[in-house]
């Protein structure tokens, strides 16, 4: 099976990766990468003055570039959902502050609005003499509408997914699964004996009674990023490009610091002479 490809080139069907843990921590470390580099063309074009096209072909290239991430992400937890659930690849700091396997999509507006009052305090008084400054502390009266009503819809989406994840997470606790734990455990205590030996149907039965688990945390965390790709989506979409630009440098910024925070207090913890 193929690895991902060390040269971190982006986007393109033909890099295939193999979906097992390593495999996608290879290719996480790749994205963050190309990430990075983002940042850069990001913070080059707010301090330049690109053409409106070319402001808006470059959030979409940050945009595509975090779909890319979401469809590698979809066709790994087909093979493995419980380590796309659990990532090797992020931080203890990273999982404290996970949602179902990555961020809360509503943590996007208070990211957007945390920004744009900084923004506008930064540029009161250019704000006040009716100057526009073309970043988030300039959001327009409609565009603060259509915010606050998107924000609504996808707290009450999230609520349903929160919901539905505690629902399947309540039965580990069915019928099925304490008669299973029960035949199994008298089959340990019968081997301990001597009196048994290990019983191929009983394991055959332990994988098709958990293979319906997996199915389902697969089917909730596909609901979880198809509504983090689209917050994202619709936030870029609601702001002016130029918008668009300081709003996903925050984005950006704020995951690259974070991973990089937390692979520090990781580090610490392992190596108290870590600095």
Known sequence: MSVVPCNCNHTTEKHKFGCESESFHKFFECWISEQNQHLKDLLAAESTQPTEEQVRELNDRV?????????????????????????????????????IGGWRPSMAFHLLYSKSGLQFEARLNELIQGLRTHDLG????????????????????????????????????????????????????????????????????????????E?????????????????????????????AIHFLIAAVELHLRLHEWGKKMDARKCNPWFW
Not at 68 to 85: E, G, I, T
Not at 237 to 243: E, H, M, Y
């Open 138 to 213: 300039d959001l327009s009266a409609s565009q603060l509408a259509h915010l606050d009503e998107m924000q609504r819809r996808t707290i009450l989406e999230e609520r349903e997914i929160t919901d539905l994840m505690a629902r399947h997470q309540e039965t580990v606790g069915d019928a099925s699964m304490v008669e299973l734990s029960h035949v199994v455990s008298e089959m340990i205590r019968a081997n301990e004996a001597g009196e048994v030996d290990e019983n191929k149907e009983i394991e055959d039965k332990v994988e098709s009674t958990l293979v319906p688990k």
């Open 63 to 99: 945009v595509e570039h975090y779909k890319y991430y979401y469809k590698a992400k979809s066709r790994c937890a087909k093979q493995d959902v419980l380590a796309m659930l659990s990532p090797t690849w992020m931080s203890s700091l990273e999982e404290a502050f996970l949602w």
């Open 215 to 243: 199915e389902g945390l697969e089917k909730i965390l596909l609901k979880a990023d198809e509504l983090r790709l689209r917050t994202l989506k619709a936030i870029v979409n609601v702001l002016a490009p130029k918008q």
